[in-house]
């Protein structure tokens, strides 16, 4: 999901709860808050020694301890209300893949994606997911488009492209 898509979804639906879903049936406590929000340049070199650049924005999610007990979720028009201040101290690159970065005791720190959401009656629900790695330089390396993720990476020693 982009930028923008997230920031529209929010402005459509600014009178609705925001959850976030970062694993199957696990969900964000209510106790959440935005406590950050990083814009990344990110810029690359594979390991066909391919390169690439582009943009990133990350929200970064944390459950306060202090309100583990809450049960009200942030509104949509809360979190649109902190994206807009930030906005307005330095822009966004409204096409950047938009992610989440969130961690618990029991879920390791990763930044997840937004891959789908659905609205539940007062509810605007986001499903956050992992993004799995996968070899950028497959036809400098060789490696067939087919292969399945538990076959080998791309640079495997004696594979020529590392």
Request: charged fraction near 25%.
């Amino acid at each position: 999901m982009k930028t923008l898509e997230f920031l529209s979804l929010l402005e459509q639906h600014k009178d609705k709860t925001l959850l976030f879903e970062y694993a199957p049936q696990k969900w964000v406590g209510a106790n959440y808050h935005i406590t950050e929000v990083k814009h990344l340049h990110v810029e690359s070199v594979d390991c066909g020694s391919g390169m690439d650049a582009w943009n990133e924005t990350i929200v970064q999610l944390w459950e306060s301890p202090s309100e583990k007990d809450k049960t009200k979720y942030m509104t949509a028009f809360k979190a649109l209300s902190i994206l807009k201040k930030v906005g307005k101290m330095k822009p966004y690159d409204m096409e950047a893949e938009i992610k989440f970065e969130y961690s618990n005791p029991n879920f390791h720190l990763t930044q997840l994606r937004a891959h789908n959401y659905c609205i539940e009656g007062n509810e605007l629900q986001l499903t956050l997911g992992l993004q799995k790695t996968d070899c950028k330089a497959k036809e400098t390396c060789g490696i067939p488009e087919s292969k399945s993720e538990t076959q080998a990476p791309c640079c495997t020693p004696g594979s020529g492209c590392c």
